[in-house]
């Protein structure tokens, strides 16, 4: 008698739905959301197209409408194998999740995930680093339906109880910061969180589960702007907030009535770029910290902003919390201004200019955090820029950026 596959049922994509739990994160980043009954055994999930979903005659379709939409076909708008597999596949790399949301955007999850948790009258703490348009929804949308926000300093840590008052309801968390890259205690506000019933979100884009596993962390929802690494190649629009058994139906039906959906095209890019977030983040991790160092040797840099280094505040809990680094990070000028910082990004061949992160490909772009800023100040020795480290040669890329430093080295 030949061996056998220790579970009969496992053969490749029969290790998804839920059965791929004990594996490790880069056999669950392969297997996730491949169930046969949605894949027909094609190995990535395909594209399933649908608004109208038919029925044979009225009574199924009566009958249809009264059960639960969950993995159903009922309507395009709540979803289809194509969607249904990518959330599930994040869902699965979050130990302790119920299930996760897809949303056309990192922004629209934020905000469905900030709407299914407020109330007119709440209060919600923002941190002061947080990724700017979250801030223009804080105070802008939700001031308007009478939910007030309150900006602490990133670096408060357990410090967070003194903010909270009796109309608090939520605490969100972004670590490391947008822009400046501090690192958030997010155990010791979680445990303080939890001491007076709120709930906690973070939007976890730079990390992804596979450097922070948040909801095994103590947050209640996590979220992603899909668009960075679970997509990987810069050419999709899309957002997940992954929740805890508690949260997951309240963000579901706040989502549906929000009429959030994705694409199943998108989705499906989703599901083929998650394949290889893990190696691809390793890398983006490695080369990203390999620059962030060279960086700090150079004269013209004051400070360089990664999380992993000692100048970046939280550094010491970065270690203590992470499971490693992505490509993102920023540094500070030593000296110079707007224009010098323009010419030095003008001056780089291999970095793109323009927004987002998370790509195949580097990007250079000049940030303002003192323009933004409200409970905290920033303070700094000249401009700054932030760096997005692609998949290119190291070597070539600080070629490229110790040309464009004697560039401005050698302007008249
Ligand atoms: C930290 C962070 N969160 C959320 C978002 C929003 O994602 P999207 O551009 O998909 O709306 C971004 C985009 O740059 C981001 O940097």
Not at 317 to 337: C, E, M, P, Q, Y
Request: charged share 20%; net charge negative.
């Amino acid at each position: 008698m030949g061996c056998r596959p220790r579970n009969p049922e496992a053969k490749g994509d029969r290790v998804s739905g839920g059965n791929n739990k004990h594996y490790r994160d880069a056999t669950r980043l392969v297997t996730g959301g491949r169930r046969p009954e949605w894949t027909q055994r094609i190995v990535n999930p395909p594209v399933w197209r649908a608004s109208t979903i038919l029925y044979d005659n009225v009574a199924q379709l009566r009958d249809s409408a009264t059960r639960d939409t969950h993995h159903r076909l009922f309507y395009g708008r709540k979803g289809t194998p194509t969607q249904w597999a990518l959330a599930e596949a994040l869902t699965d790399l979050e130990p302790g999740a119920e299930a996760t949301f897809l949303y056309p955007s990192g922004v629209a999850a934020i905000s469905a995930a900030l709407l299914a948790v407020l109330s007119p009258g709440d209060e919600l703490l923002l941190p002061d680093s947080v990724y700017d348009p979250t801030r223009g929804f804080a105070t802008g949308f939700l001031k308007r339906f009478g939910i007030t926000t309150r900006f602490y300093d990133p670096t408060v840590g357990a410090g967070i109880a003194d903010l909270i008052s009796d109309t608090t309801r939520a605490i969100f968390m972004e670590s490391p910061g947008s822009l400046t890259f501090e690192v958030q205690d997010i155990p010791a506000i979680v445990a303080v969180a939890k001491e007076h019933g709120l709930v906690t979100l973070l939007d976890n884009t730079w990390a992804t589960p596979l450097l922070f596993p948040a909801i095994e962390k103590g947050i209640d929802l996590t979220i992603l702007a899909c668009t960075k690494y679970v997509v990987g190649h810069s050419d999709v629009m899309m957002g997940s907030v992954t929740a805890t058994p508690e949260l997951w139906q309240t963000l579901r039906s706040t989502s549906f009535a929000l009429g959030q959906t994705v694409s199943p095209d998108d989705a499906w890019l989703g599901s083929r770029g998650l394949r290889t977030m893990g190696v691809r983040l390793a890398q983006h991790g490695k080369s990203a910290l390999t620059i962030a160092q060279w960086l700090q040797s150079r004269p013209e840099v004051a400070r360089v902003l990664h999380p992993a280094l000692d100048t970046c505040p939280g550094s010491d809990i970065f270690h203590r919390d992470f499971k490693g680094a992505s490509g993102l990070f920023g540094f500070v000028f030593n000296g110079g201004d707007e224009e010098s910082r323009a010419a030095f990004i003008d001056a780089l061949d291999l970095f793109g200019i323009g927004y987002s992160w998370g790509g195949f490909e580097s990007l250079a772009t000049p940030v303002d955090p003192q323009r933004i800023r409200t409970a905290t100040r920033w303070e700094a020795e000249g401009p700054a820029v932030r760096l997005q480290i692609g998949l290119e040669d190291t070597d070539d890329l600080i070629a490229d950026l110790e040309q464009a430093l004697a560039c401005i080295r050698t302007r008249p």
